[in-house]
């Protein structure tokens, strides 16, 4: 029963996810083109600011002297 329950409100979040950015007005294969544009962006910032990100709070940790 709690994985129906689960299910289900996975299957609410995603109508949501339709219906606030339109695109319930799409095709589907128009919804899996913007889909997969949507994660192939969101994967390529959170790998830039995993790799970049430590560099930089360094950088800054120096130069106000809180790390020698």
Do not use: C, D, K
């Not at 910032?45 to 120096?62: D, S």
């Amino acid at each position: 029963m709690a994985l129906g329950s689960a299910w289900g409100r996975v299957s609410w979040l995603y109508y949501q996810y339709l219906l606030v950015t339109a695109l319930y007005m799409l095709e589907p294969w128009e919804r899996t083109v913007f889909n997969s544009m949507l994660v192939s962006i969101v994967g390529m910032a959170l790998y830039t600011g995993y790799v970049f990100m430590p560099q930089h709070i360094m950088a800054i940790l120096h130069y106000f002297e809180i790390v020698q």
